[in-house]
């Protein structure tokens, strides 16, 4: 029985967090529309995205701590109940001084299913079979990514904003029952060793000199491509002179891209992978600098599409180097701190972008978010290979 119930728990984890992926987007865009149709401003509009992204940032060392210190799979069932509730209660908020602070508490109870959901992973698959579970599990995601938006506004169409925000709930509910139902391992611990502190996530990770260059990589990337999010709309209009059809392709193929990366190409990462995760990074920025390089809408499409690729194999690359270099009683702090750095990467990246398309343009903006990420990408890959060269010290007397 326990051996039928791991063979479908990978499939219903993946599923799982596809599921929760859209039903994220499906608050998001409903949300927007709302405080839109209240007459809030573009920085409320900013607020409510702020609210949802920074608990993930902000609370990283204690969602870690929990996740590494509690049952994992119970921790994931709670967080993803009271996120349920949340959506209902968001459903009848009347005011933007009511959604901005339930949409901070939404962000929160995220913040604590994500290191729980991660550390889940290892523990419903043989070791061997880790690499290919991530791939599938962000595969999923990125489904949910591609979907959500679409479905989040079909529905707030058809049926209003209520409607959106309590098929979120539901979806927050079947996370739930999905996870209630895994028979993960339990994760093997000293009782007499320390808890460890807080902090011993993020310590890890920048203990190890590969590991380390991938997250500084990882870290200038985000900083610098998620900056091209302001200028996307004002390079397609005034650059490529596309309608809106065409802006929606171009858009929508970058996360395809990381779709099929990840399915394809992150299930079948083979060697070393913190070399794979730094190509990666670099082929994703210059997919990301490809459009305003060559100003053709089908170039900008098939570059944006290759940059997902790659960023779907990075992003399998990360969790999997993650789950195969830290100790799985680390698991929760050292995701947690990860997804801390790349929420904060983002949003400062969202300001930036902001300052350079107003000093600089759309096309050049797009050009720096780019060409850095592929310079750090090339940089970090070089140092780590030296490393990687150097012969491992003699202890005395050997």
């Not at 596809?18 to 573009?42: C, K």
């Amino acid at each position: 029985m326990l051996v039928a119930h791991r063979r479908r728990d990978l499939p219903v984890l993946a599923a799982a967090i596809g599921v929760s992926a859209l039903g994220d987007w499906l608050a998001l865009l409903p949300l927007n529309l709302q405080l839109r149709s209240m007459g809030g401003s573009g920085l409320t509009v900013a607020a409510l995205f702020i609210a949802v992204w920074s608990p993930a940032a902000l609370l990283a060392a204690p969602a870690g701590a929990l996740a590494d210190r509690v049952d994992r799979r119970r921790l994931l069932v709670a967080a993803s109940l009271a996120e349920a509730a949340v959506a209902v209660a968001l459903a009848f908020a009347g005011s933007a001084a009511t959604i901005l602070p339930l949409a901070a508490l939404l962000g929160t109870f995220s913040a604590v299913a994500t290191p729980a959901e991660f550390s889940l992973v290892p523990a419903i698959v043989d070791p061997e079979g880790i690499r290919r579970a991530n791939g599938w599990v962000e595969t999923a995601r990125y489904a949910g990514f591609i979907g959500g938006p679409a479905l989040g506004g079909i529905v707030a169409a058809a049926g209003g904003v209520k409607a959106a925000l309590l098929i979120d709930a539901a979806t927050f509910a079947a996370v739930a029952l999905a996870a209630f139902s895994l028979r993960p391992r339990p994760v093997e611990r000293d009782a007499a060793a320390p808890k460890g502190r807080m902090r011993d996530g993020i310590t890890y990770l920048f203990a190890d000199r590969g590991l380390a260059l991938v997250m500084a990589a990882a870290f200038a990337s985000l900083l610098f491509m998620t900056a091209s999010a302001p200028a996307e709309v004002f390079f397609a209009k005034d650059v490529l002179h596309t309608g809106d059809a065409g802006f929606g392709v171009w858009l929508t193929a970058w996360p395809l891209g990381m779709a099929i990366g990840a399915a394809l190409l992150g299930r079948r990462m083979r060697g070393d992978l913190a070399a794979a995760a730094l190509g990666a990074i670099m082929l994703q920025g210059l997919g990301l600098a490809g459009p305003a390089i060559v100003v053709t809408l089908a170039f900008s499409i098939a570059s944006f599409f290759v940059g997902g690729l790659a960023h779907g194999a990075k992003n399998v690359a990360v969790r999997t180097l993650l789950h195969e270099r830290v100790p799985a009683h680390l698991h929760g702090r050292a995701y947690a701190a990860y997804n801390g750095l790349r929420n904060s990467a983002e949003l400062v990246a969202m300001l930036l972008g902001g300052v350079l398309v107003t000093a600089v343009g759309s096309r050049a903006t797009l050009l720096v978010a780019g060409v850095v990420p592929a310079l750090v990408g090339a940089g970090c890959l070089v140092a780590y290979l030296r490393v990687r060269a150097r012969p491992a010290p003699v202890e005395a007397g050997s």
